[in-house]
């Protein structure tokens, strides 16, 4: 559940209450002059000119309305949401979206997934299940991520332990690694719906624009038409969110893998359990085996090292 504030002058407040007027119900509340209740949103707006979006979809609605015009002020204020101010009513455009995951995990991969979207597949995607990120645990994600797959371009590109290690060992920042990963899983999804383009494209944000660029200046194409920034984006558009569960589901297929090979559930994360576990397989099977399904140069390793020494 979230509550979204947007602000509407006189002139925007009509297109706003038109668009709602279907699900239009009657609240006699001081200062309320319409409200409306949609499958998962409430919507309430007040004499004043703001709109209050509360419920399950209330990002997702809010983010429709956000636009320079309307900066979504209290939307950053409620949910944390950074980055570019986005155009009205893009949660309902044509988007291809990205995002990453396995990152702060010690063991396992970082697997990233781009996903495009067009308006008239939204619907469709939603049905399929992709809902309110707060809702959606592994087994769910699990679920859906097949009928996914099949119903949108999307690429998933998986960096393994070793080769993430390999360049990590060389110097290069996760940022750098985000970046290049993120580029080619959107380049490879516009190169298979050419001579589409999407309206826009949406990268759930973890570098400022220019630092993004800057890791990616000597890749050999860089996809810039188009593209903005949103942190939280998996609530602001549905390619992002269907990009983060693809990535998420190819990250748990990993380390079910690398579980059967280590002989031991591997832990997600980066706490005291998986120092435990960590130092268990040192024991089990040596410290380059450790290496072999993990982000070594994580502090786990040390910690991991210490417990081994301890005993
Ligand atoms: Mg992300």
């Given at each position: 559940m979230?509550?979204?504030?947007i602000v509407?002058?006189e002139?925007?407040?009509?297109?706003?209450?038109?668009?709602?007027?279907?699900?239009?119900?009657?609240?006699n509340?001081p200062?309320?002059?319409?409200a409306?209740?949609?499958?998962?949103?409430?919507?309430?707006?007040?004499?004043?000119?703001?709109?209050?979006f509360?419920g399950?979809?209330?990002?997702?609605?809010?983010?429709?309305?956000?636009t320079?015009?309307?900066?979504?002020v209290a939307?950053?204020?409620?949910?944390?949401?950074?980055?570019?101010?986005?155009?009205?009513?893009?949660?309902?455009?044509?988007?291809?979206?990205s995002?990453e995951?396995?990152?702060?995990d010690?063991?396992?991969?970082?697997?990233v997934?781009?996903c495009?979207i067009?308006?008239?597949?939204?619907?469709?995607?939603r049905?399929?299940?992709?809902?309110?990120?707060?809702?959606l645990?592994?087994?769910?994600?699990?679920?859906?991520a097949?009928d996914l797959k099949?119903?949108?371009?999307h690429?998933?590109?998986?960096?393994?332990?070793?080769?993430?290690?390999?360049?990590?060992?060389?110097?290069?920042?996760?940022?750098?690694?985000k970046?290049?990963l993120?580029?080619?899983?959107?380049?490879?999804?516009?190169?298979?719906?050419?001579?589409?383009?999407?309206?826009?494209?949406?990268?759930?944000?973890?570098?400022?624009?220019?630092?993004?660029y800057?890791?990616l200046?000597n890749?050999p194409?860089?996809?810039q038409?188009?593209?903005?920034?949103s942190?939280?984006?998996?609530?602001?558009?549905?390619?992002?969110?269907?990009?983060?569960?693809?990535?998420?589901?190819?990250?748990?297929?990993?380390?079910?893998?690398?579980?059967?090979?280590?002989g031991?559930?591997?832990?997600?994360?980066?706490?005291?359990?998986?120092?435990?576990?960590?130092?268990?397989i040192?024991?089990?099977?040596?410290?380059?085996?450790?290496?072999?399904?993990?982000k070594?140069?994580f502090?786990?390793?040390?910690?991991?090292l210490?417990?081994?020494?301890k005993?």
């Amino acid at each position: 559940m979230s509550n979204q504030v947007i602000v509407f002058t006189e002139k925007e407040m009509p297109k706003v209450l038109n668009f709602y007027e279907e699900d239009k119900i009657t609240r006699n509340a001081p200062g309320v002059i319409f409200a409306a209740k949609t499958a998962d949103t409430s919507i309430t707006a007040y004499r004043s000119g703001k709109v209050l979006f509360q419920g399950g979809g209330a990002e997702r609605e809010a983010a429709r309305w956000s636009t320079s015009s309307t900066p979504a002020v209290a939307n950053a204020k409620s949910s944390g949401t950074k980055g570019d101010i986005l155009p009205e009513k893009f949660a309902v455009m044509s988007v291809l979206g990205s995002d990453e995951t396995g990152t702060g995990d010690f063991f396992g991969p970082i697997t990233v997934a781009a996903c495009y979207i067009s308006s008239e597949k939204i619907e469709l995607v939603r049905e399929l299940g992709v809902k309110d990120s707060k809702q959606l645990t592994d087994t769910y994600m699990q679920q859906i991520a097949g009928d996914l797959k099949q119903v949108v371009p999307h690429c998933v590109l998986t960096l393994d332990n070793t080769k993430y290690n390999e360049i990590q060992s060389k110097g290069w920042s996760q940022g750098k690694i985000k970046a290049i990963l993120h580029n080619q899983a959107l380049q490879q999804v516009l190169d298979q719906i050419k001579p589409e383009y999407p309206e826009y494209i949406l990268i759930d944000q973890f570098a400022e624009r220019k630092v993004y660029y800057n890791h990616l200046k000597n890749e050999p194409a860089i996809v810039q038409d188009k593209v903005l920034f949103s942190t939280k984006a998996e609530n602001l558009h549905v390619s992002v969110a269907t990009a983060s569960i693809l990535a998420r589901v190819a990250f748990l297929e990993q380390m079910d893998q690398l579980s059967v090979t280590a002989g031991v559930t591997l832990p997600k994360g980066a706490g005291p359990r998986v120092d435990q576990v960590a130092c268990q397989i040192i024991r089990k099977k040596g410290e380059p085996f450790l290496q072999s399904i993990t982000k070594a140069h994580f502090a786990n390793t040390q910690k991991a090292l210490k417990l081994v020494y301890k005993k």
